[in-house]
């Protein structure tokens, strides 16, 4: 009898396990986006789409709503809802219980207890043998149904399963915000296109970055002719409405005016080319009505003036007030102003936390009504740092992460992933009321359709964000999250379901980004000038990296042209990624022939000069396939500003192909003695004669022809022209600064960085070529080290007199790249022995933001010496206040100067 007993108790646990199986099955088979709060959904089809009676408490925008469910429902059941006038007599009924007068049966109804949890914008939705979705308000409503369109897509069978959803947002404000100022300005119709994609995943607000780019016809020379116009704002925030989302006004106001202050008739208001100049009267003048216009475009009472990035506050036309007052007084004081201006508008000042963060004195000095946007974009495992002043200080605050698709041939998914999770969820816990999901366009090529992913990731997030605060844990919790949030992506942004997932091979870009190709997904490493060479050392490995990259990314832009065929819904967003993949693959090969270039300048004899110029050829029309793909895909959501400046790169890289028979190479050669250097001009092709000029003149055919006997013993600007076949090449220039190290090859105990062949300023001698770094650290001129102490020793040939020794460092904390904790300076007659002469110490706050160019001197020095050391101690790894904690932090150099 006990066995029989226990055969029966374990017939019934497999029972009971099986069907606890199949619904914990079925429940990580629910997919929604966002994921709500509470989901119970059992496996019996309980609501059969062919009942088809709809009711609702009749207002605008519960009608709008309705609509939108009326097109889905017919799609899936083929069926169209019929509405009736009284909810007894429903099929489905959408109710929002505090608009308009009419009630319904309580039995019909939540508890109160679920009513008062679901707040303002959540919903109940109930699938039994009637569909109920109950809100407190139509915005709740608008979101129910929107949860509703999503189960409908995914039923089977024309029926749904019985389901209870209690649902609310995290965070009351869950936006995006789109740069429409330093490239792309999308198209009024692409605006609302996106709108009512993001509402559908329960965004609720849109902010349009602006520096230059509303029109305002009292200063009419300031904004392109394709600008926003108040108008259009007021039509956009229209169509917006029934989605649910606001437009909040954005102005920059203080940084990142450049251009505005490039006219010449705004220079009284300047401090320098990025600042307004908070010392002059003019400034608050202009704002008066420039800030005060803007903010009456808008409805909304927010209104975000940026202040983020000042770079190089009061080192112009403000230095006087600022070495006075100080800088954080400076800049309390301008917020200050500005948040008057706006408060006659009665709107409530948004401003970026960068500044006030990194400088905790100005908080105290802020309105306390003021609304902070603490951003950064790194993955990192927490953001308390960022958070926890504001929080201390009484500041109600939102967090900006991003979609870190910037600067980006593809944006970088797994940055994105935890950036804005982890952001979203310590934001959460610091009691943020909003967060806002950023999309940046630095260099002016991002196209928005690369941006979904990102995108409704934040409205996952902030949403339902994660809650896992142990880094190892979250990282889990963020995996299964995301597995399950692409399937949606699949299904509800592509229409695609199972084997034809777009995710798959989106995801496949992270597998090229581990490929070891310098700079591999930057948009800098397609145009990268196909005259910088590679240190000879690498190039091997450099060769077998490109290889991989082309036959990698061709695959995957075969595969994503494919899945363009197949998906239903946003195709345009597969073939932005597909053009991603193609130019990835097209960057890898134009690298293949740098290589071959590299051969051809130091073998003339050994390269075949026609296989050469085949293989332009393929380059070239390669690259001109690229340049009419983007352009199409430009138009599909943007105004013609600023594709022309996008497609110079284009030209120019095909200028730069078509120029190899007469390009001219100018380099530094070796010192003739301290002061005198000789110069090196070369060509590829051996038939080229090259004309050049000393004095500044454009060099012609009546130039004088390098022999190879060429030097200079001051400060001189080299420029040169090829000529080959009748053909004049493009003119090359340098301008050589000549110091008394000029030439000397260092010996560098250090190792520079791989991250962009550019970092290696052509080796060794770019440090003592003559070429100074411009504010571009990319530029070819800055040599970059990470994470590294760095030592150069300097052999003068002879002993010579030193009056000074110096070096320039560059800062730009964004970019990791922090100046030296110091530089000492060394001399020694043998080589051997060396004795410390003087040291150099950072005069900056490493935490100074924006972008620095500091020397580092010796000071005065009477010496007769050899040889010189200079040591560089760098900050190392990135300090704990920094976004990258933890992670190797650059220095930059250029010229060492001996004079």
Not at 165 to 177: H, K, S, T
Not at 423 to 448: C, H, Q, S
Not at 449 to 459: F, K, L, V
Not at 464 to 477: D, G, K, V, Y
Request: aromatic share 10%.
């Amino acid at each position: 009898m006990k066995e029989r007993t226990r055969f029966i108790f374990s017939q019934g646990a497999i029972f009971f396990l099986l069907v606890l199986i199949s619904q914990q099955v079925l429940a990580q088979e629910t997919v929604l986006i966002p994921k709500p709060q509470k989901i119970n959904q059992k496996t019996s089809h309980s609501f059969n789409l062919n009942n088809s009676r709809v009711w609702t408490n009749e207002t605008a925008h519960n009608n709008f709503t309705l609509e939108q469910l009326k097109k889905v429902f017919s799609e899936k059941a083929q069926a169209k809802l019929s509405t009736v006038k009284t909810a007894k007599k429903a099929d489905i009924i959408l109710y929002s219980a505090s608009e308009g007068a009419v009630s319904i049966p309580k039995n019909l109804l939540p508890s109160s207890e679920v009513l008062q949890k679901i707040g303002p914008q959540g919903y109940w939705l109930k699938i039994d043998d009637k569909i109920r979705i109950i809100a407190n308000t139509s915005q709740g409503l608008f979101y129910g149904v929107q949860t509703l369109k999503q189960l409908l897509k995914t039923s089977e069978e024309n029926a749904l399963f019985e389901t209870e959803i209690i649902d609310w947002p995290a965070l009351e404000y869950r936006g995006w915000m789109d740069d429409i100022s330093r490239g792309p300005i999308p198209t009024l119709d692409y605006v609302k296109s996106v709108i009512k994609t993001l509402s559908e995943y329960k965004l609720n607000f849109i902010n349009l970055y602006t520096e230059h780019t509303l029109r305002n016809e009292k200063f009419a020379d300031i904004a392109p002719p394709d600008a926003f116009t108040p108008a259009e704002i007021t039509e956009l925030e229209k169509f917006a409405a029934p989605y649910h989302v606001s437009i909040i006004g954005n102005q920059q106001a203080f940084g990142h005016m450049e251009e505005i202050l490039k006219i010449p008739f705004y220079n009284n208001i300047a401090d320098t080319k990025w600042n307004l100049n908070p010392g002059s009267p003019a400034t608050y003048k202009f704002l008066e009505t420039y800030l005060g216009d803007a903010a009456q475009a808008y409805e909304h009472p927010f209104f975000n003036i940026g202040a983020d990035e000042t770079d190089g506050l009061g080192s112009g036309k403000a230095k006087d007030l600022v070495d006075s007052l100080g800088m954080e007084a400076v800049y309390a004081m301008h917020i200050n102003k500005l948040d008057g201006i706006l408060k006659k508008y009665g709107k409530r000042t948004m401003m970026w936390g960068d500044i006030a963060v990194n400088h905790q004195e100005i908080i105290e000095q802020l309105p306390k009504d003021l609304i902070i946007l603490s951003w950064g974009y790194d993955p990192r495992d927490s953001f308390d740092e960022a958070i926890v002043p504001f929080k201390e200080s009484g500041f109600d605050f939102m967090v900006a992460p991003g979609v870190r698709s910037w600067s980006e041939i593809y944006p970088n998914l797994d940055v994105a992933v935890k950036n804005i999770a982890n952001y979203v969820r310590d934001g959460k816990e610091y009691g943020a009321m909003g967060m806002i999901n950023t999309a940046w366009d630095d260099d002016g090529e991002t196209l928005f359709n690369a941006n979904w992913h990102g995108m409704i990731w934040g409205a996952e997030m902030s949403w339902n964000p994660i809650s896992s605060q142990e880094e190892e844990q979250a990282s889990r919790e963020r995996q299964n999250r995301r597995e399950i949030f692409e399937k949606g992506v699949d299904q509800f942004f592509f229409g695609v379901t199972g084997k034809s997932s777009v995710m798959k091979s989106l995801n496949k870009f992270a597998q090229l980004r581990e490929i070891p190709v310098f700079s591999s997904m930057a948009n800098a490493s397609t145009w990268s000038s196909i005259y910088e060479f590679y240190p000879e050392e690498e190039t091997a490995s450099i060769a077998a990296a490109n290889q991989k990259m082309l036959k990698e990314a061709n695959k995957l832009m075969l595969e994503l042209q494919e899945k363009t065929r197949q998906v239903n819904t946003n195709k345009t967003a597969v073939r932005v990624a597909a053009l991603a993949a193609q130019r990835a693959a097209y960057t890898a090969k134009k690298n293949l022939f740098i290589l071959e270039l590299q051969k051809l300048y130091n073998n003339k004899e050994g390269v075949n000069l026609k296989l050469i110029k085949q293989k332009r050829e393929e380059l070239l029309d390669e690259l001109h396939l690229l340049k009419i793909a983007y352009v199409q895909a430009w138009q599909e959501e943007n105004r013609a500003y600023w594709l022309d400046e996008n497609l110079k790169k284009y030209d120019a890289q095909a200028q730069d192909l078509l120029d190899i028979e007469t390009h001219v190479f100018i380099k530094a050669g070796q010192a003739i003695q301290p002061g005198e250097m000789k110069i090196e001009l070369n060509s590829l092709f051996p038939l080229t004669k090259l004309h050049y000029s000393l004095d500044g003149s454009e060099p012609t055919k009546d130039s004088p022809v390098f022999n190879g006997n060429l030097s200079i013993n001051s400060n001189t600007l080299v420029q040169a022209r090829g000529y080959n076949d009748g053909k004049a090449g493009e003119i090359s220039s340098r301008f050589f600064n000549v110091h008394k190290a000029l030439g000397v090859t260092p010996k560098i105990k250090g190792s520079y960085s791989t991250a962009n062949p550019a970092y290696t300023a052509g080796g060794p001698t770019g440090l003592t070529d003559g070429l100074k770094g411009s504010e571009n650290f990319a530029d070819g001129r800055w040599q970059g080290y990470a994470g590294q102490d760095v030592e150069v020793v300097l052999d003068l040939g002879a002993p010579t007199e030193v009056n000074e020794i110096s070096a320039d460092f560059y800062q730009r904390l964004i970019s990791w790249i922090m100046l030296p904790k110091n530089v000492e300076f060394h001399a020694s007659k043998d080589g051997k022995n060396y004795q410390k002469v003087a040291q150099a110490n950072s005069p900056l706050d490493e935490k100074d933001q924006g972008l620095i160019i500091q020397e580092f001197s010796s000071g005065p020095l009477k010496l007769k010496t050899r040889f010189l050391k200079v040591k560089i101690n760098s900050q190392g790894m990135l300090p704990e206040w920094h976004t990258g904690a933890g992670k190797p932090g650059f220095i930059f150099i250029d010229e060492i100067v001996v004079k």
